[in-house]
T-cell receptor, first 112, second 116 residues
Framework: DADVTQTPRNRITKTGKRIMLECSQT?????MYWYRQDPGLGLRLIYY???????NKGEISDGYSVSRQAQAKFSLSLESAIPNQTALYFC???????????FGPGTRLLVL | GNSVTQMEGPVTLSEEAFLTINCTYT??????LFWYVQYPGEGLQLLLK?????DKGSNKGFEATYRKETTSFHLEKGSVQVSDSAVYFC???????????????FGKGTLLTVNP
């Protein structure tokens, strides 16, 4: 079984809809991250969390919110989706001792 | 702030050719440096890393050396295979408040296609 899972893997939604992307990990890591990937722009950090009570904005947090429901779960929400949020979204984790991050398989989101 | 610049792709090579993907960085202090690989339809996987100057990271025939004097971390492989076709990302670790927390800053990625 994969250590970092994301659901759904693909999603199509309409402008204005609320959508939630979920991430779960079985690695026992404290730290979790949400990134978006756009062609030609690499990965950009949306939000990160160092434990259940510690959530921080990344470089492109506008239009997004997150929830850390438990150590193993970190959800990303788009309160009112817009077409320029069409992207590939990745969740990642790492432990307290390391800098290496471990990525989920990604969620491909299309906002019409 | 810290940043990573890597060569733009796409890069197209024939099997058994030599590969170099250039990566340079701008950073305060001495961050750890990483190469991640993204195979089609998958998430990113760590390929190799180096944590201090002159360290060489290596894995699966790929190598990169942390060069402080040129602020570079170029990825090389002597003989590429079709299975190496993927997107390659150079990244550095950015220390956050507290000193023991980090985030990764990525380059824009380089698409490599290897033809038989």
């Amino acid at each position: 079984d994969a250590d970092v899972t994301q659901t759904p893997r693909n999603r199509i939604t309409k402008t204005g809809k609320r959508i939630m992307l979920e991430c779960s990990q079985t690695k026992g890591h404290d730290r979790m991250y949400w990134y978006r990937q756009d062609p030609g722009l690499g990965l950009r950090l949306i939000y990160y969390s160092f434990d259940v009570k510690d959530i921080n904005k990344g470089e492109i947090s506008d239009g997004y919110s997150v929830s850390r429901q438990a150590q193993a779960k970190f959800s990303l929400s788009l309160e009112s989706a817009i077409p320029n949020q069409t992207a590939l979204y990745f969740c990642a984790t790492n432990d307290r001792a390391g800098e290496t991050q471990y990525f989920g398989p990604g969620t491909r989101l299309l906002v019409l | 702030g810290n940043s990573v610049t890597q060569m733009e792709g796409p890069v197209t090579l024939s099997e058994e050719a030599f590969l170099t993907i250039n990566c340079t960085y701008t950073a305060t202090g001495y961050p750890s440096l990483f190469w991640y690989v993204q195979y089609p339809g998958e998430g990113l996987q760590l390929l190799l890393k180096a944590t201090k100057a002159d360290d060489k990271g290596s894995n699966k025939g790929f190598e990169a050396t942390y060069r402080k004097e040129t602020t570079s971390f170029h990825l090389e492989k002597g003989s590429v295979q079709v299975s190496d076709s993927a997107v390659y990302f150079c990244a550095l670790s950015d220390a956050l408040s507290g000193g023991s927390n980090y985030k990764l800053t990525f380059g824009k990625g380089t698409l490599l296609t290897v033809n038989p």
